[in-house]
């Protein structure tokens, strides 16, 4: 996932592999690059799992506030996996979030979440399925990891008002939402090109496709109009924010002095003569 400007580039390299959590092992495994775009010379190496949840949940919080009412305090997740709590803390950070329901097809997932959100002041309701968790509620967040095409949840089974944040969707044939809840539904993506053929909306035209997020941010287009409204943001993810991400931590390690220099290129004495690195030196 690159991305570059006149001054700084940034890949971030990222896998899944749902298999590696029977071995103990974590299913997404990611680090960062960023590199002075001049020299092409590295300046930061970082890992990028947990920096992928926190850029993930901050971007849902971001099209929230456009999309969301600003009335909204309860919030429904389905799928509480390893970034539930981060996107449920992302919400938090702009909404007074008072009631969080929850489910999730594996129970030790859902007593996990339990507990990473007891210390929070909110009332906490584990759910028996997705129904009984969207009905009525404010907000829903689907973070399921499913690499089919399924309906967690159709348009009568939510309210009217209702923000969906629908993020996980990474690859073709992967898609969350019922066709009717969409054509009913306000659509905002991050890029266009790609939430049609990866997101969740791969079965929308570009035509049902409302705005990209960075649309509402300049506000160049409207966010919610009414409280009635249904708005979905399809969140699949995207190099800018990634390269966001590695160059605020860039600044703050700078700032704070955090983390350790290493050597990564060889140290030449004749930048024309590399093999010259290898050769023994006179005391030896």
Wanted: with cysteine; glycine share 8%.
């Amino acid at each position: 996932m690159p991305c570059a400007d006149d001054y700084l580039y940034a890949f971030k390299y990222i896998s899944g592999h749902p298999g590696n959590t029977a071995q103990g092992k974590l299913s997404v495994v990611g680090i960062g690059q960023l590199s002075d775009t001049a020299t092409g010379y590295p300046l930061l190496l970082s890992e990028m799992t947990l920096l992928t949840a926190f850029r993930t949940a901050a971007t849902g919080a971001v099209a929230a506030k456009y999309l969301a009412r600003e009335d909204a305090q309860s919030l429904a997740i389905i799928g509480t996996g390893a970034q539930a709590e981060f996107q449920v803390m992302g919400f938090n950070s702009l909404f007074p979030l008072r009631e969080i329901r929850y489910f999730d097809i594996d129970a030790a997932a859902m007593a996990k979440f339990s507990r990473n959100m007891a210390p929070y002041a909110f009332e906490l309701i584990p759910c028996a399925n997705i129904r009984d968790a969207v009905r009525n509620t404010d907000m829903v967040i689907t973070a399921t990891a499913s690499n089919t095409r399924q309906i967690l949840f159709e348009l009568q089974d939510i309210a009217p008002g209702t923000h969906i944040h629908a993020m996980g969707g990474d690859r073709p044939g992967k898609t969350k939402l019922d066709q009717a809840l969409l054509e009913a539904a306000k659509i905002v993506v991050e890029f266009t090109p790609q939430a049609l053929k990866e997101g969740g909306v791969q079965q929308c035209e570009a035509s049902d496709i409302y705005a990209e997020l960075w649309e509402l941010v300049t506000k160049r287009k409207r966010g919610r109009e009414n409280a009635a409204e249904i708005t979905v943001f399809d969140s699949v993810g995207f190099a800018l924010e990634d390269f966001a991400t590695l160059r605020l931590v860039y600044q703050l390690a700078l700032e704070y002095q955090l983390g350790s220099e290493i050597a990564l290129l060889p140290e030449v004495h004749d930048v024309k003569d590399l093999l010259g690195v290898l050769a023994p030196s006179s005391s030896s």
